[in-house]
């Protein structure tokens, strides 16, 4: 079986729901797409549930399956997703939690769970932090920046456990929790004392810390404490050349999501931020497209490019940025498909979960799927919608499903049974 190479297009969020100000039309039926129109033409049409149908993916979970690891069984919590998406690489055993910068008065109760919630001075703690914590018996700590009052917290070690309550009281006007083992061995034991040493030193170096005095004067709350919630032990991932179920060698994934690239770092894929690349509505998605050309006509398999502007603009519940984001998506495909070989490679253009702008954050709605392939039985679809979408041939896909699809008509899936 000939083996083709598989382009991949993800907007991220792109599903959606009628939107009263869009007269009831969706961003997607609101995009132009005739630049794309020959492709679609050629291609064959689906909805895909990233998880399950009623499971809201987070876009960690939705691209494990999107490459062929279902979350359902693979997923060790948003600790260490957290961490990911804050920059850090996570070694199998690791454990992290979330966190956030909060302010205790010396009783160590909560007076805000969030220090205020803008902390310009966060990146700085949190060097500071790192620079001084130290090892707590024998067991490193790296802390990281998030967004905000939001950290994430990684404890490295040997048999650490991840089975210990939170220190998050959840809640204001009561004490900084003690951790306690959630379950009767001994791992559950020693983790939970050092996550308490971590809380204690935590406190005593960032109530030192000049920086906390200078917002005390400014008269914001110090930002003297870690309330940690999740842990989480990481997992180890099967990269795609240990994989027995495909043929995959060599991947790539270009996105300037440290989230999407760090779990594409862990099933394998080399990663890329092409110059301009920024994550945001105001992406150079072109930049991506030419590097997408440039890997494809190099020996990668699967070629991935991941597009954020979708996803930030629904958050903020922009319909119009939403639509110009997509189009830009699709001139980027456009050029994509004007320089490879459509006799040659698989191409499929996707959302990673449905982000509503009526409703600014993920849901579990289906999104639309395209797949273009060598010799497919297409719809002859000339747009890629919501509504299309259900009347498509590849039918309503779930979890690792796609994967499969993907893999089989780039003739990289192996053959179940003899
Ligand atoms: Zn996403
Ligand atoms: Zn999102």
């Not at 005593?204 to 870690?226: D, F, H, Q, Y």
């Not at 920024?278 to 991506?288: E, N």
């Amino acid at each position: 079986m000939k083996m083709l190479k598989v382009v991949l297009v993800v907007a991220d969020g792109l599903g959606d729901r009628p939107v009263p100000k869009l007269g009831m039309k969706t961003p997607l039926e609101l995009v132009d797409f005739s630049i794309v129109a020959d492709l679609l033409h050629k291609s064959a049409v689906g909805l895909w549930d990233p998880i399950q149908p009623g499971v809201r993916p987070g876009s960690d979970t939705a691209h494990l399956a999107l490459f062929g690891v279902n979350p359902l069984n693979n997923y060790p919590g948003r600790g260490p997703f957290e961490a990911i998406g804050a920059g850090a690489i996570l070694h199998p055993g690791d454990i992290a939690f979330r966190g956030n910068f909060a302010t205790v008065d010396k009783s160590m109760t909560v007076i805000d769970r969030r220090a205020g919630r803008s902390i310009p001075e966060a990146k700085q703690l949190v060097k500071y932090l790192n620079e001084n914590i130290g090892e707590i018996d024998g067991v490193k700590v790296e802390i990281y920046h998030a967004t905000e009052h939001r950290v994430a917290v990684v404890f490295r070690g040997t048999s650490l456990s991840d089975a210990v309550s939170d220190t998050d009281p959840h809640t204001e006007g009561v004490k900084v929790l003690e951790s306690k083992p959630l379950v009767g061995s001994e791992e559950a034991e020693r983790m939970a004392r050092i996550v308490n040493i971590f809380t204690r030193r935590v406190y005593e170096l960032l109530s030192a810390c000049p920086l906390n005095s200078k917002r005390v004067e400014k008269g914001v709350p110090p930002a003297n404490v870690i309330l940690l919630r999740g842990a989480g032990k990481m997992v180890k991932y099967p990269k795609f050349s240990e994989r027995r179920d495909v043929n995959l060698r060599k991947a790539v994934a270009i996105s300037a999501t440290a989230l999407v690239k760090g779990v594409c770092a862990l099933l394998g894929f080399e990663t890329v931020t092409p110059r301009g690349a920024t994550g945001g509505v105001d992406s150079d998605i072109m930049a991506k497209a030419r590097a997408a050309v440039d890997f494809y006509k190099q020996d990668y398999d699967l070629i991935y490019v991941h597009v954020k502007g979708t996803d930030s603009a629904s958050h903020d519940g922009n319909p119009e940025a939403k639509v110009g984001v997509i189009e830009r998506t699709l001139k980027g495909i456009s050029y994509i498909v004007d320089r490879v070989d459509l006799g040659e490679v698989v191409i499929s253009f996707l959302g990673d979960h449905a982000t509503p702008v009526t409703v600014k954050d993920h849901t579990s709605d289906p999104v639309p799927v395209m797949v273009y392939a060598p010799g497919i039985l297409a719809d002859g679809f000339s747009k890629l919608t919501e509504r299309d979408a259900r009347k498509g041939s590849l039918g309503r896909l779930r979890n690792t499903e796609l994967f499969g699809v993907l893999m089989d008509y780039s003739g990289r899936a192996e053959k179940f049974g003899a």
